[in-house]
């Protein structure tokens, strides 16, 4: 356990803001290097707190009495009330109600279903074109979340509903005072015109999905269905609303974060051709010449790790906020009512202390034994404790079979000379998008 500690943090706070506005990702890893395990960054009376080490990670994400998940007013106003954004009394009878649609058995079903959306879509690729990944596998989960979790064939709906989705969450980045402020609102300039017809769209689009749904009949397993037989047999109070709300969650924090994972994990298998021959060689082997199914996920080790590795360097969420809603105490310091707390993954999983050469991609950090030598919230990616990402299993089996798949037929290279730059907003993206090069392999 940690010795208590005093955390330290910049002198003049108001620079310090500024500086993690303009470059909040090199600014947090500066603090943490020169601040250490906690850093302090008083604003007036406020505080705010940077937590970079494994034990007050897990403090933090543990203590939900006193720690609330924060999440920007954007985004919220576009999910309402899903489980994401819910109140923290609402948060348990929401999760008790989605989990059973996320066992162990139902995920490795929808996997064969996940298959059949990525072959079907990497069969429109051409050799030698260039593609945009990030576009690539946005479309792509965005189609594999619908027909997964709500059985429904957005393939046809593409692109006006994807687009609408897409308008939406642009929307929602952290910077966006358009959206933020009620007084720049007033304005109705074309940014508020084109989100509200975007909101619009999507919304049409959703009712029409619900209502379709009721009428053909909802026997299926999918949570589409499921909430809407809750609904007809007015089981655990959920509304039209609430199915609304739900949908547009999953919908939304479901398919960015895995692409943006894939997106980076296409990158450095692009950078790294020696991982990428291992790669091959399991994919090659484990698979033969057939597609893989759900079952197969399991065997597909190497490319899992290939998985975890990516996201350790290009951790899709990059930053997770709590807001004291009382006085708390963490390793011996009080954290006052009314500060945040921030907890970066991609801070923690460029530490040297748990890992070495931490620029370095190396997936063979994913081995059993060097997984069981590290402190276990080193490395958190999906969070932890009650908030814990309820998509884990479906994320990462959705990972490795894209992966998998992927790699059977094709090899990607990243256009020589395109300049990658972080672009950090809900989800780490790529500034100038990830434009590769198709090369069959076989
Ligand atoms: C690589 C992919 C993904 C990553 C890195 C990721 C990451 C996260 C993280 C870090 C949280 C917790 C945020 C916090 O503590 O404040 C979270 C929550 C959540 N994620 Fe994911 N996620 C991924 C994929 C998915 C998928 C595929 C789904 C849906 C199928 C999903 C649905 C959700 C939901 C609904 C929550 C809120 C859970 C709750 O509060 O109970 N995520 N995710």
């Not at 601040?35 to 007036?44: F, N, S």
């Not at 030698?128 to 189609?143: C, F, K, P, Q, R």
């Not at 399991?282 to 197969?296: C, F, I, K, T």
Request: hydrophobic residues 40%; contains cysteine; proline residues 6%.
């Amino acid at each position: 356990m940690l010795a208590p500690l005093k955390p330290s943090g910049p002198r003049n706070s108001w620079l310090a803001y500024a500086a993690l506005y303009c470059d909040p990702l090199g600014y947090l890893t500066r603090a943490a290097r020169k601040h250490g395990d906690a850093v302090h960054l008083k604003i007036g009376r406020k505080s705010d707190f940077l937590l970079n080490h494994p034990d007050l990670v897990r403090a933090a994400l543990l203590d939900q009495e006193n720690l609330r998940r924060c999440v920007n007013r954007p985004l919220r106003r576009v999910l309402g009330t899903g489980l994401l954004t819910c109140r923290s009394e609402q948060h348990g009878k929401q999760r008790a109600l989605l989990q059973p649609m996320f066992t162990r058995e139902r995920i490795v079903a929808l996997g064969d279903i996940m298959v059949g959306q990525i072959a079907h879509w990497a069969d429109r690729w051409r050799d030698g074109a260039i593609v945009d990944m990030a576009e690539e596998m946005t479309s792509l989960s965005i189609s594999i979340i619908a027909k997964t979790l709500f059985n429904v064939d957005f393939s046809s709906k593409l692109p006006e509903s994807r687009d609408a989705l897409v308008t939406i969450l642009q929307a929602t980045r952290f910077k966006n005072l358009a959206l933020t402020s009620k007084q720049i609102e007033k304005l109705s300039l074309p940014f508020h015109r084109r989100f509200a017809r975007a909101a619009e769209k999507l919304d049409a689009e959703i009712r029409a999905m619900i209502a379709e749904r009721r009428k053909d009949g909802c026997e299926g397993p999918d949570l589409l269905s499921t909430m809407v037989r809750l609904q007809k047999q007015s089981r655990g109070g959920v509304t039209e609303q609430n199915i609304r709300d739900q949908i547009v969650t999953f919908f939304s924090v479901g398919h960015e974060t895995t692409a943006t994972g894939l997106m980076w994990t296409c990158y450095l298998l692009s950078e790294n051709p020696a991982v990428a021959a291992k790669l091959y060689r399991e994919v090659d082997h484990v698979l033969s010449d057939r597609l893989p199914s759900g079952q197969d996920c399991e065997r597909l080790r190497y490319t899992r790790m290939v998985f975890a590795e990516s996201m350790r360097l290009y951790p899709p969420i990059w930053l997770m906020t709590r807001r004291a809603v009382r006085d708390t105490k963490i390793n011996g310091f009080t954290i006052r009512s009314g500060s945040y707390v921030h907890l970066s993954p991609f801070v923690m999983h460029r530490d040297p202390r748990y890992f070495p050469e931490p620029e370095r991609f190396d997936p063979e950090r994913w081995t059993p034994e060097a997984v069981a030598a590290r402190p276990k919230f080193s490395y958190f990616p999906f969070g932890g404790g009650s908030l814990q990402c309820i998509g884990e299993s479906f994320a990462w089996m959705q990972g490795v079979l894209t992966i998998a798949t992927l790699a059977r037929r094709w090899q990607m290279r990243l256009v020589p000379g395109h300049r990658i730059e972080l672009d950090p907003h809900i989800t780490l993206r790529s500034r100038y998008g990830m434009p590769m090069k198709l090369e069959r392999r076989n």
